[in-house]
């Protein structure tokens, strides 16, 4: 999920389309250049503009191990280790784990499924899972994965694509314009997000739940959730007018969780 931008060819551009089922872990290793390229980028991605600072306000302090789960090319891993965190990245895209090696060798990094961890049971005592759940094809297994690996009373830091936000699309680009969801919010779908800007694009595969699919995946794994966020866009990422639609819905939601 990048910034919200007009959809005019010949400038930025945004296109999310509904795919037939397709494989997500396939889909990101074939586009993990192109993610690398758009999430390097200095201030490109939705990452650093938008949500990461808010996001790391909800993680717990740096303890005895933390597992970055989806880490992708690194970029969580390594802000993390900034922090005084000592992390392990995982990600299932062998592009993107080379990727992350190469940015920082000095951070362990996994090729695995987040539904099949190679980790003990109560390894961690903090997992993390940033914009990566929507992404993987069997959610509700990896959260059951890092409640494994989590030792009692330790926590999962997550966040995800808001499951509005995925449901729907606005009708225009003025800032009244109404957000439509012309399908079912409830029923389950993979899309792709099609984003081009400034010489770089990427395709982004993910699956569109309602949240209730994410709460009882959390509920059947013995996590409780201690705190909820749904970031506003930030009022230093309106450049332009019409993109004050995008601070009526929330792009993403993040949420902290304890195991009971």
């Known amino acids: 999920m990048s910034s919200p931008d007009d959809t005019r060819r010949g400038g930025p551009f945004r296109e999310k389309r509904v795919v037939a089922p397709i494989d997500l872990s396939e889909a990101w290793e074939a586009n993990a250049s192109d993610f690398t390229a758009w999430a ?14 808010q996001f790391l306000e909800s993680v717990s302090p740096p303890g005895r191990l933390t597992l970055d789960i989806g880490c992708g090319e690194g970029r969580l891993s390594r802000d993390l280790k900034a922090l005084g965190h000592t992390v392990v990245g995982i990600d299932s895209s062998p592009s993107m784990v080379r990727n992350a090696r190469e940015a920082d060798a000095s951070i362990e990094v996994h090729l695995a499924d987040a539904a099949s961890l190679p980790f003990a049971d109560g390894v961690a005592d903090l997992a993390i899972a940033f914009m990566s759940l929507q992404d993987m ?4 297994a990896a ?4 409640a494994r690996v ?23 680009e003025e800032a009244d314009s109404p957000f439509v969801i012309s399908g079912s919010y ?13 010489g770089l694009a990427v395709t982004l595969a993910s699956e569109h739940r309602p949240l209730e699919a994410y709460f009882e995946a959390l509920a059947a794994a013995g996590f409780l959730v201690e705190r909820l966020r749904e970031p506003a866009l930030p009022d230093a990422a309106i450049r332009r007018p019409r993109r004050r639609r995008w601070q009526r819905v929330p792009l993403f939601l993040h949420l902290r969780a304890v195991l009971s």
């Open 40 to 53: 390097r980028a200095p201030m490109h991605d939705s990452y650093g503009r938008f949500h990461r600072d």
């Open 186 to 198: 409830l029923e389950h779908f993979r899309y792709e997000d099609y984003l081009e800007r400034d």
């Open 150 to 172: 989590v030792e009692p009373g330790g926590r999962l830091c997550l966040a995800i694509v808001h499951p509005l936000n995925s449901a729907g699309v606005f009708a225009g």
């Open 143 to 146: 959260i059951a994965e890092a």
């Open 137 to 140: 094809d069997d959610m509700p």
